[in-house]
């Protein structure tokens, strides 16, 4: 029974599923206590610094993170080091070429940006994106050697940290934002500190740079960074298309509820699919490409048999969720914009269970080296999304209507995915649903053994 438990807790999937479980406990809890902390107005403003600073931050790490990955995958150690190496510089120069750009916007445009409510943003971003170099540089070291111990253990300390802060400041405090602002930055280079003084950010290692590796991570992230800034589009675009629109910001705070609610539902999905690409990329490095589509199968499987269960929980506690998180002010129909948070969220249900294909779809091409398809797939799917937001909201000025937008351009993207990957690997879609089946049945399988061995 001890060499079971043992061994489940130290597998990967589990520490990944651990970890990203701790990182959004830790952050929809501290969302909680800021929407509680804050008028709707001034907690609007987070909402637009934290969605830009995301934003950019995918530009940041978009260029290497996903190659990272895919070429740790299956080098020696020489050449992991290069790799590492390149890494660490690509992130350097594009951290200080963002920051430089980033700051001469704010002195060239300071009004109309003051206006548009993304001053925090302009201010403050460029040392947040200093502070937090090392902590999201070890970060993708550690996902692509799979050390999901440690990745679940320095998670915990950013994100538990930062709601420490914010619950001692609930209960005893009331700091301002800017106030807010610097203990999140006091807290990614805590983080960060941590991350240099154990030797886990790998920035010691750019002088181990050579021109081939980073070329290679730039050829490989050419695709990858717009596909990943395409992809966080895809979650910011609503929030920036209605900051910019006369619903206004008290409109942005509301859509966050329900926004922040979908990533409870991307929990799971975001552990298997850390865990899922070294297998595919390694695999298809190795030339085996029935490992490959089996992979693909049973993760794709699995994920969606999942998802329709949590898809369901959501639906029919979607009230609930949104009094936990928001507060009974974001309950029913807001006076102000007349939207209500609740309909917002059973939308959001049908669009989880999209999920597992559209993100499955992804990093399948990214692993068999077609990143260029993965890029044309989530071109399609922004672009799908920014006409729907904009109809919603200048035509039918509805965030309900938003929600459904999601829905749309999640299927055009599973269908365009599904397409790309089928040409690669010869897909059968009966497969997907079989092997997720045949997953779930060799988890009872080998519960139910080690129940009658412990008997």
Not at 2 to 27: D, Q, R, W
Not at 401 to 426: C, H, M, Q, R
């Amino acid at each position: 029974m001890k060499k079971t438990v043992h061994k489940i807790i130290h597998e990967a999937n589990f520490l990944s599923l651990l970890s990203n479980i701790t990182n959004a406990f830790f952050g929809i809890a501290g969302f909680a206590i800021l929407t509680r902390s804050f008028p709707i107005d001034i907690f609007g403003q987070w909402v637009l610094y934290i969605t830009a600073a995301n934003f950019m931050d995918m530009f940041r790490f978009g260029i290497t993170n996903t190659a990272v990955v895919r070429y740790l995958s299956g080098v020696d150690h020489d050449e992991r080091i290069r790799f590492i190496g390149s890494n660490g510089l690509i992130g350097l120069v594009a951290t200080t070429c963002i920051a430089v750009l980033v700051w001469a916007c704010q002195l060239l445009f300071s009004e109309p940006i003051s206006n548009a409510g993304y001053q925090l943003f302009f201010v403050w971003y460029p040392l947040l994106a200093f502070f937090t170099l090392p902590f999201n540089t070890a970060l993708v070291v550690m996902q692509a050697d799979q050390k999901f111990g440690k990745l679940l253990w320095i998670k915990a300390v950013n994100s538990g940290g930062f709601f420490l802060l914010l619950l001692i400041n609930f209960l005893f405090f009331n700091m301002t934002l800017m106030q807010l602002i610097w203990v999140q930055l006091g807290i990614n280079l805590l983080t960060s500190a941590i991350c240099v003084f154990n030797g886990w950010d790998g920035l010691r290692y750019m002088m181990k740079a050579t021109r081939r590796t980073t070329r290679e991570l730039l050829n490989f992230g050419k695709y990858t960074t717009f596909t990943i800034i395409g992809t966080n589009l895809l979650r910011s675009a609503d929030t920036l298309i209605i900051s910019l629109s006369p619903l206004g910001t008290a409109a942005v705070a509301l859509y966050s509820i329900p926004l922040k609610l979908t990533e409870l539902q991307q929990i799971p999905l975001r552990s298997f699919a850390a865990t899922a690409f070294p297998k595919l990329s390694k695999a298809s490095i190795q030339g085996k490409v029935d490992e490959v589509r089996e992979l693909f199968y049973s993760y794709s499987g699995a994920m969606t048999y999942l998802f329709i269960l949590i898809s369901l929980v959501t639906f029919i506690f979607a009230e609930l969720f949104v009094m936990i998180l928001g507060g009974s002010q974001y309950l029913g129909t807001d006076p102000v914009t007349g939207f209500n948070a609740t309909t917002i969220v059973r939308i959001f249900a049908f669009y989880g269970l999209l999920l597992p294909l559209d993100r499955m779809t992804g990093i399948g091409l990214e692993s068999v080296n077609r990143p260029d398809r993965n890029l044309t797939k989530v071109g399609y799917m922004v672009l799908a999304n920014v006409i729907g937001d904009l109809i919603a909201v200048f035509i039918f000025k509805s965030l309900a209507i938003i929600a459904i937008a999601s829905i749309v351009f999640t299927a055009i993207g599973v269908w365009i995915g599904y397409y790309f990957l089928d040409k690669e690997l010869s897909l059968s879609h009966r497969k997907v649903f079989s092997s997720g089946l045949d997953f779930y049945r060799t988890m009872y399988l080998k519960f139910r053994n080690t129940k009658l061995l412990r008997n």
